[in-house]
């Protein structure tokens, strides 16, 4: 099953140029098949005797150490679909089909998409090195196997932002290829699509010369990644996809460098484009908005929804700096889970909440976290503190 039509997901950078406070702002859109649920978690760094590490479908090689992250996550799968690391990186992943495309070689449990990305995280100390990872990873193991347990034969391949405070790179995949895009300045968003064109920085070392031998491109001619590896889903000039639309909210928005965390939420919660899906088959499940900061001295910010539709949720900030055990009230594991469903998840499902009440607290909460992210250490989690209050506003 692969249909653009049918999914999507967005992700989205503003580089520090852009930026009112001079920092880097991520946001994104987690868009999963309806009744799965997306749990927010903390998983401490770690020293780890076991050479092997089992993720969704298959068994890796594991490292010696790894970083600790915040994950938003189905909740039944190891990998996740966004999330960021103690070291400031962050990183979204999108479906994306191609001419490597094949489902019956695309169900093989391999390595998901999804567990890339949280390797990406738990491994790496820069954007740069998150690439590393997960090509190397990608390029050893493959990607693979059924990528929801709701719909049936569904799979797709995977394309990343991975960021830092310095710098983003947009890598696009196709089986094990790939090819990947720096960014330093301005902005970017990925979609459903592969958008790099010839802009390519980094590649598979036999991209080109598979791509020649295979007839998809003359050898001659500028390589174009995204028509040679053909680019089946999604469009990148039609103004009315949610690329473009993506596109177009970042610039207006970037306008004379005034872009700040709530402009991101803004995009995330934008419908008119179909980059916030309220409901349908596909609804967007999760989401999450990031600044990082330059100074270690700053701490980075993340604020997730661990509920559907950003519209009818509330942004939570967590960073590193706070005590770090979070609330069982977004874990699908907790004692408090009904049927896989996370306390938090449950209530919303239940709740017809006021919108005015949840800017409010969602804006007090905004407020807090920037104002103390200055100090040596937060004294309290705040991601559990709003939570308490979500949860309070459901019930009300």
Partial sequence: MSSEGLV???????MRDSTVSGETIFGKNSDRPKGE???VVFIPSKKNESKTLKCT????????ATYAVFLSKPEWMWGAEMGANEFGVVIGNEAVWNRLSESSHDLVPRLLGMDLLRLGLERSKTAREGLEVITGLLE???QGGQCSNIIHDFSYHNSFLIADFQEAWILETADKLWAAEHVETGYR?????????TKIDRCHPDLKSRA??????DGVSEFNWSDVIGN???DLENPGSRFSCGRELLKERCEGSKFNVKNMMEVLRDEASGINRPSGDFPTAGSQVSILAENSGIADIHWFTATLCPTRSIFKPVSFSMPNLLTDATSSDSDKSKDRKHLLWFKQDESTSNTFLQNSIEDKYIKSALEKRTRESFDTNLFNKAVEEELALYAA
Avoid: A, H, L
Wanted: charged share 15%.
């Fill in 8 to 14: 999507s997901c967005d992700t989205f950078i503003v």
């Fill in 37 to 39: 649920i997306q749990e």
């Fill in 57 to 64: 479908y298959i068994i890796v090689e594991q490292v010696p």
């Fill in 140 to 142: 050893k193991y493959g």
């Fill in 189 to 197: 968003n990925i979609s459903n699509c592969m958008s790099i064109t």
């Fill in 212 to 217: 020649k031998s295979e007839g998809w491109w």
């Fill in 232 to 234: 089946t889903s999604g």
